[in-house]
Nanobody, 120 residues
């Protein structure tokens, strides 16, 4: 069993900042990629940011220069620092993890989602 627990969402005014966290636990041998997606009402889920096991990152064009993804391998946690937030960043944010279990199987899983609301 693998669990992801997200935290850090909330309500913030435009121009403000939030930091999301997502901690993985369970039968984890190693973690490959980690990342964040978001889904706004009436829209498809979209990639926000992605980080590999080696620390390489990529971002959606809409968040480049404002959001920063990072990870703490010892804590099995991925973070998303969101600065200069805009109303269009309002969405449910989901973390995902691509990992290898203790049983040597590859496993992908998602967090429960955390609401981010940016008021104008």
């Amino acid at each position: 069993q693998v669990q992801l627990v997200e935290s850090g969402g909330g309500l913030v005014q435009a121009g403000g900042s939030l930091r999301l966290s997502c901690a993985a636990s369970g039968v984890i041998f190693s973690i490959n990629a980690m990342g964040w997606y978001r889904q706004a009402p009436g829209k498809q889920r979209e990639l926000v940011a992605h980080i590999t096991s080696g620390g390489s990152t990529n971002y959606a064009d809409s968040v480049k220069g404002r959001f920063t993804i990072s990870r703490d391998n010892a804590k099995k946690t991925v973070y998303l620092q969101m600065n200069s937030l805009k109303p269009e960043d309002t969405a449910v944010y989901y973390c995902y993890v691509d990992l290898i279990t203790l049983y040597s199987s590859r496993y992908e899983t998602w967090g429960q989602g955390t609401q981010v609301t940016v008021s104008s």
